[in-house]
Structures are given as C-alpha cells and as structure tokens.
C-alpha cells in the first residue's frame, strides 16, 4: 500500500518570483550561503520588507519590521508568521521527507503589483511568467543537485513526477514526488485586455505540460482574462455602486477592480458580505477544457463563486475530481474571514461528490476567529483559510457554538466517527501555518492511548458512489495526491486532522 502525507501547496522557489528580491533565502544550496540575514533584501530591521510589511498590514498586524537573522542565528525566520523568508530550504524538506511527507505541490508564485513595489534583482520583470518559467527549471535544477549528491541521476530522492505511476513508483521507493504547478494572478498571459486568446491558451497548457506543469490554479487575487476571482482581499476593491458604502471598501488597497454583488446568503461577511459578480470568460472555459484533456489538476482556490461554480458544473459533466488545495471553510469562520475565498459547504459536496481533493490551511492565530467543532470525538481545530496568522497569540478557546455550522458533518453517526480510521495508509494533509509548511505525521495506530482527533469526512459520508473511469482518471487522482484503488483513500473532503 502506498503511505505518506501531502502538502498541496508549496512555494518552494517564492524566492525567484516577484522581481528576485521580495523574498528572502534559497531553497537551495549550504545554509550559510542561501539563509544568510536579510538585511541585503529587507534592510536593517526589516523596515524595507515591503510586500511582508504590506501583507501583515493587509491582515492586520504591526508592519514595523522583523529581526533579520537567518543563518546563524535563525532568531529572525523561518517562523510561522512570515510569508517573506525561505521557509522550505532543502535540508527543511529533507527531514519533512524523512518524517513522511511524499507528495509535494510546488508552485511557481507570482504577483506583478507585489513585484512591482518591491526591489528587483538585476535584469528581472514583475512578469508573470518570467517569475513562473524560472521557479519551474530551478525545480528541475534542484532535482539534479539532489540527484548529483546522491550518487547520479536518478538516485536523489527530490523526484519531479509526471504521471501517476511514476508518483506511485517514487513513493513506493520512499521517496518526495513532487508535482510542478502554477499559481499567478495572469497565468498564459491572461491578463485582461491581453493578447490571450483560446488558441494561445490550448497552446501554453501543451507547452507547460510539456514542462512538467500538472497543477493549475486559473485565478488568484486580481480577475484576469479567464475569469473572475475570490472577494477576499485588501488588494481588492469593489467598482459597483455597493462602493458607496464606506464599509465595503474600508482597507482596500484598491489595486484590483472587481464588479461585486451581494453574498451574504451564501454566509459571507468580508466587507459587508459582497462578492464578485464575474465567472468564466469563455477563454477561461477553453482553459479548463485544455487542462482535462492533458489530465492536469485544476485548483477551484481563488475563483470568485461563480467561476467556481461554472468550473464545478463543467468538470460534472466530464467526472472529472477538482482539487481546493489550501482553503478554508466558511461554516467555521468568523466575521471578515467569512469571504469568498471559503468554501462553502455546498462547494465542499461538490468536489467530494466528483472524487476531489480539499485540503484546509491549518493556521496558528487567534482562537477567537474560528469554532472549533467538537463532537463525537471528532475535533477539527483553528482551520482557517487564505488569512495569515500575524497576531502572534492564541487565545484561549471559545468552543464550538451549538449553531457550529459544520452541517455536513453532522450526518455521521457518532459510531460512524469513532471508527473512522485515522491512518490506515491514507494520504494526511500537509497543513500550513503561514508561510510554512507544516505536516501532521499521523499515527494510523488508534491505541486508545493516543488522544485521536479526526475529521473524516470520508467515513462520516460513506463509500463514494461508483463511477466509470474515464481515461486519464487514474493519473489525476494520483497527482493529486489521491490513492485510488480498493480502499479509495482521501478522496473527497479529506481534512484529516489527528495528532
Ligand atoms: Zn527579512
Ligand atoms: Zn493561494
């Protein structure tokens, strides 16, 4: 049986995006000379960490700056509230492997207003593209440094895979599959009024699946050629007439116009509850097509509901499993956090209902900011999504409200819940606390000893109905990170949570 643990979503070479100089420390290389301070990038203090100043402004904390000490100290970063510093360097990914982890999304990043704002090394753009093209042959570069120290090619065990028998086969020899993905705001150049057409689209998924890319996000924070993206940032501000309402666009930064309408019945409260109006341009559909046809997984994240919704109808039709690869759940979110960038539960049903993949951002922060469902032994504690955990503290815990909103859990019996194994061989969830990865080792052993938190969904719901397997089927489901096979791990809401 195959066994280990996923993260979804890493940005392993952000380093390399926005401009070459926003974020700080190589993944690859000795310590001393790829995490040294970051003084060089952030200046004394930090002060000139812009994007990292502007994204805790965004979420509410202290910009003032951070200690800068990387190597020898580390008294500044890695650490689970900065989104700005190496976080992944590959001795870090190394012991995550050697605790488990054997599947890895990495995902080339970018954002071109970020990059835009922030010192850029010699030569770069704020580009896209040129951000993406260079974290995916870093990735290739680090697979063959990693190979070169371990005795030639083919022997590391940093493995790029391809399909889902060569992610089978790395993991069966303990080894990371790690799977090359994109997440930008303009991917193919897709930005609006851009030369991006359905043909050029076709043309660049062949290409970047020639590449080795097989996981796609279409939106992320600005609407783009293809669609309409998640109300759920500060970079956003409305452009209707809700604008009026001095609440809806209190904080904007105002660097993204989106035309929004009302959301509160889908429980939204970002912003007085608004939420973008666009869904998919017909180029956006062309993409999605493009992506089935090479069996690439597309990540619904970041799509306004619409697009969302447009994608889910689509890929129904096809049977074609959908991944939300680093979200949150609205059920269980408080106040702001409850924006478009949650799933609702209703969207939660329709990737498990097509043999999907979610995996939930598991954050450190603030108690106060979400429920904690307790029932019938089955605890999922402080998910949060696409929120970045800068108060620094924890308080202690409101519990789980009797109106907790975890509706589609409570159709599990409680025996249902008690018997969920937890373990088993199934793929764990690699979670993130800010801008570090941070990945659960579960214990399959339910000794009674072990406090055993669980939430899975998959018992709770049942067997998933039988479906016929188009070709290429088996391939998706493994490179997301799926276990297809008589058991049909991890398929569907898979937020196993246990420690
Ligand atoms: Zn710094
Ligand atoms: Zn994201």
């Known amino acids: 049986m195959t066994k280990g643990f996923a993260d979804l979503h890493n940005h392993q070479f952000a380093n390399l995006g926005f401009g070459g100089l926003a974020?700080?420390?190589?993944?690859?290389?000795?310590?001393?000379?790829?995490?040294p301070w970051c003084t060089p990038a952030h200046g004394p203090g930090g002060l000139g960490d812009v994007i990292g100043n502007l994204i805790k402004t965004m979420y509410g904390s202290t910009p003032f700056g951070h200690h800068v000490g990387g190597n020898p100290e580390f008294d500044g970063w890695p650490?689970?509230?900065?989104?700005?510093?190496?976080?992944?360097?590959?001795?870090?990914l190394q012991r995550a492997w050697e605790g488990g982890l054997r599947l890895m999304v990495m995902l080339a990043v970018n954002n071109e207003h970020l990059a835009g704002l922030a010192n850029r090394a010699p030569g770069r753009s704020p580009d896209d593209m040129e951000a993406v093209d260079l974290q995916l042959q870093a990735a290739v570069s680090l697979e063959a440094a990693v190979d070169d120290a371990s005795g030639g090619p083919g022997m590391g065990w940093y493995r790029i895979v391809r399909t889902p028998a060569e992610a089978r086969r790395v993991i069966d020899q303990g080894k990371l599959a790690v799977v090359l993905g994109i997440e930008v705001d303009y991917p193919f150049q897709s930005?609006?009024?851009?030369?991006?057409?359905?043909?050029?689209?076709?043309d660049a998924v062949g290409r970047y699946h020639t590449a080795g890319v097989r996981h796609l996000f279409p939106l992320h924070f600005a609407d783009n050629a293809l669609g309409g993206a998640g109300f759920q940032n500060a970079l956003e501000i409305a452009v209707d007439g809700s604008a009026a309402d001095p609440?809806?666009?209190?904080?904007?930064?105002?660097?993204?116009?989106?035309?929004?309408?009302?959301g509160t019945a889908s429980g939204y409260e970002y912003r007085t509850g608004r939420r973008n109006s666009a869904g998919l341009s017909d180029v956006g559909l062309a993409l999605l097509h493009s992506l089935m046809a090479y069996g690439m997984v597309i990540d619904v994240d970041h799509m306004s509901q619409r697009s969302r919704s447009q994608t889910l109808d689509l890929v129904e039709r096809y049977q074609y499993p959908v991944v939300s690869g680093h979200s949150g759940f609205i059920d269980i979110c408080h106040g702001a956090k409850r924006h478009e960038g949650q799933l609702t539960g209703a969207e939660i049903e329709r990737i498990y209902s097509g043999g999907g993949l979610v995996a939930p951002i598991i954050r450190q922060g603030d108690r106060d900011e979400v429920d904690t469902w307790r029932g019938a032994g089955t605890v999922i504690?402080?998910?949060?999504?696409?929120?970045?955990?800068?108060?620094?503290?924890?308080?202690?815990?409101?519990?789980?409200?009797?109106?907790?909103?975890?509706?589609?859990?409570?159709r599990a019996s409680a025996a249902q819940v008690r018997t969920g194994r937890c373990g088993g061989g199934r793929w764990r969830i690699g979670a993130r606390r800010g801008g570090l990865s941070v990945h659960r080792r579960l214990d399959g052993q339910a000794d009674g000893s072990q406090r055993h938190r669980s939430a899975d969904i998959r018992h709770q719901r049942g067997q998933p109905r039988a479906r016929r397997h188009a070709p290429g089927l088996d391939r998706r489901r493994a490179v997301a990170g799926s276990d297809r096979g008589r058991t049909r791990p991890a398929t569907g809401l898979s937020g196993r949570l246990c420690d």
């Open 247 to 262: 609440r809806v666009n209190f904080g904007s930064l105002g660097v993204y116009g989106m035309t929004t309408e009302d």
């Open 23 to 35: 974020f700080w420390g190589s993944p690859a290389g000795p310590v001393a000379a790829a995490l």
């Open 79 to 92: 650490r689970w509230d900065s989104v700005t510093h190496q976080s992944v360097h590959i001795d870090w």
């Open 381 to 410: 504690e402080h998910v949060q999504g696409t929120g970045l955990p800068v108060r620094g503290r924890e308080s202690r815990g409101r519990r789980g409200r009797a109106g907790h909103g975890f509706q589609w859990l409570r």
């Open 191 to 202: 930005k609006p009024g851009g030369p991006v057409s359905e043909a050029s689209v076709r």
